[in-house]
């Protein structure tokens, strides 16, 4: 079975701070890893994957995800908050050609 | 030129109604989902078709029944509805076999009273 835990339900960063929203699995195998964040009303948008290579990925709006595989982690992350950021962000998993599992999202809010 | 697309956005009705949620996407994804967002934000898939087979059916009422005349569309009818059953359906599609992402619609709210 293949589970994804956000341990946050709500992370609150200051405009031009560093953000972390963090994302630890647990599955079998090499895993798919996801970022989808939904602003209020709008469905789930794509923001970045990682399948193989380097550790760091990079994605839509500045973010971008660090993959470590000792800490079976794939947290989020971007240098400079933006209130425009502020929205639920949900991390995701997959192994091969397995179904797409969910984490309980986060809501970050980004304070002027 | 919409990639997933759903309809109705909005869905107002009575409990004990029957009611159909449409999804289409343009994107030639052989896969196709439907998934349940409940007021806590939490996001549970709920079936999948691949090539307008049902590969994937979570516990789900019988109540809900999807149906894929073609592998660009997968809709969503519900009998009986009740309170609980109040959420936001998420339309998405994928290709199978590839690492890539699912792509979402825009969602319907179910509001049933």
């Known amino acids: 079975a293949q589970s994804v835990a956000q341990p946050e339900d709500q992370v609150n960063v200051a405009e031009g701070n560093p953000l972390t929203v963090k994302c630890t699995y647990s599955?079998?195998?090499?895993?798919?890893l996801f970022w989808y964040v939904q602003y209020p009303n709008r469905g789930l948008q794509f923001l970045l994957k990682y399948i193989t290579g380097d550790n760091l990925v990079k994605g839509s709006y500045g973010f971008e995800a660090e993959f470590n595989k000792s800490q079976t982690s794939f947290h989020l992350k971007k240098p400079s908050a933006l209130v425009s950021d502020s929205a639920l962000y949900f991390c995701a998993v997959r192994r091969g050609y397995q179904k797409v599992t969910f984490g309980t999202g986060t809501k970050l809010q980004v304070i002027p | 030129d919409t990639a997933v697309s759903q309809t109705p956005k909005y869905l107002v009705t009575q409990m004990g109604n029957d009611k159909s949620i449409k999804c289409e996407q343009n994107l030639g994804h052989d896969t196709m989902y439907w998934y349940k967002q409940d007021s806590k934000k939490f996001l549970k898939i709920m079936f999948s078709?691949?090539?307008?087979?049902?590969?994937i059916n979570e516990t789900v009422p019988n109540r809900f029944s999807p149906k894929s005349p073609d592998k660009a569309h997968l809709n969503l009818h519900i009998n009986s509805l009740e309170l609980g059953d109040s959420a936001v359906y998420f339309c998405?599609?994928?290709?199978?076999?590839?690492?890539?992402?699912?792509?979402f619609g825009p969602g319907t709210r179910l509001t049933v009273t």
């Open positions: 078709y691949n090539n307008k087979e049902l590969i």
């Open positions: 998405a599609s994928s290709q199978e076999g590839t690492s890539g992402s699912i792509d």
């Open positions: 599955v079998s195998g090499n895993p798919y």
